[in-house]
C-alpha cells in the first residue's frame, strides 16, 4: 500500500522531469534561431576588414594582404561558387594572405556568403 503511494507522489515529478528533457532535447537539436548569423553578419564580423563593405577591397588591411577585388565583373565571371567556398573556408595564400574560417563559420554561412559575394558584383 505504501509503494503506491510512493509511486503515486514520484509520478508527477518523473512525468514534468521526462517532459521537460524532450523539450530541452528538441531546443538543443533544431539549434535556436537567434544563434543564426545573417550572410551580412558574417561578412561584416570576418570580410568586411579586408574586402570592404562594398567588396572592392579598398581599405588600408586590403591593400596591405593584396586582397582581391571580390565585386570586380572579371572576377566573378573567372570564379566558380565552389572555389569561393574552398577560399572562404581553407584560406588563400596566391596572392594575398586570406585566412582559413573553417572553425569560426559553419559549412551553411560559407554556403550563404557565396551567395552574398555574387550579390556584390559591380
Known sequence: MEHQH?????????????ILTCLLLVVFASGSPATKRT??????????EC?????RAKTRKAKFNHARDIADPKWQDDVTDERIYNSIMNGRNVRGNMPAFSKKITDQEADDLVTYVRQLRK
Open 39 to 48: 550572410p551580412v553578419q558574417v561578412y561584416n564580423k570576418y570580410c568586411v
Open 51 to 55: 574586402h570592404g563593405t562594398d567588396g
Open 6 to 18: 510512493r509511486m503515486r507522489r514520484c509520478s508527477p515529478f518523473l512525468l514534468f522531469t521526462t
